[in-house]
T-cell receptor, first 116, second 109 residues
Framework: DAGVIQSPRHEVTEMGQEVTLRCKPISGHDYLFWYRQTMMRGLELLIYFNNNVPIDDSGMPEDRFSAKMPNASFSTLKIQPSEPRDSAVYFC??????????????FGEGSRLTVL | EDQVTQSPEALRLQEGESSSLNCSYTVSGLRGLFWYRQDPGKGPEFLFTLYSAGEEKEKERLKATLTKKESFLHITAPKPEDSATYLCAWVAGGFKTIFGAGTRLFVKA
């Protein structure tokens, strides 16, 4: 299995631009998580989905952030408009319900976002 | 407020110098305490799950233990390739997995 695939790996954009990050979870996994990692705040959960349905989006920082999962093999995290404080590494992770209570999430390699 | 606190923030060891990392928690109804390893530029990688006080798990030079208030990740005779950030985590209802700030481990040859 190819694992969780994220794109782009690096994104540099100007303040005010729209940013879209993409994630392909491991085939067959029914949970998908979006995290953001910064030096100051560590690894923060933004939102997670179960069977393509958003379950908890309480970590989404502002209305500028939105996430969708149109099907079991694809999810997007969109920031519009982007701001310099959104600069971070964004991780996508997936899991299976039957093993999620074991804490085993499978992470992608992350998308490093820099907003100038 | 439910939370986990990891210490130290950073730890520098000589190769072969055993030590322990700490994850203290104040979580009501803990459903599991998890350990992950994160290498620079990579996503976290799952290591262990501990469910109840007294439980231990081992993998190569790593051993994780759990008490009613904290978990330890013991590293025996570390090697430079053990250098990484080690994260502990817990589930805050549903499948909402929350991570601690991590301990950055540096092992010098």
């Amino acid at each position: 299995d190819a694992g969780v695939i994220q794109s782009p790996r690096h994104e540099v954009t100007e303040m005010g631009q729209e940013v879209t990050l993409r994630c392909k979870p491991i085939s067959g996994h029914d949970y998908l998580f979006w995290y953001r990692q910064t030096m100051m705040r560590g690894l923060e959960l933004l939102i997670y989905f179960n069977n393509n349905v958003p379950i908890d989006d309480s970590g989404m920082p502002e209305d500028r952030f939105s996430a969708k999962m149109p099907n079991a093999s694809f999810s997007t995290l969109k920031i519009q408009p982007s701001e310099p404080r959104d600069s971070a590494v964004y991780f996508c992770a997936s899991s299976l319900a039957r093993i999620s209570n074991t804490g085993e999430l499978f992470f992608g390699e992350g998308s490093r976002l820099t907003v100038l | 407020e439910d939370q986990v606190t990891q210490s130290p923030e950073a730890l520098r060891l000589q190769e072969g110098e055993s030590s322990s990392l700490n994850c203290s928690y104040t979580v009501s109804g803990l459903r599991g305490l998890f350990w992950y390893r994160q290498d620079p530029g990579k996503g976290p990688e799952f290591l262990f799950t501990l469910y109840s006080a007294g439980e231990e798990k081992e993998k190569e030079r790593l051993k994780a233990t759990l008490t009613k208030k904290e978990s330890f990740l013991h590293i025996t005779a570390p090697k430079p390739e053990d250098s990484a950030t080690y994260l502990c985590a817990w589930v805050a209802g549903g499948f909402k997995t929350i991570f601690g700030a991590g301990t950055r481990l540096f092992v010098k040859a």
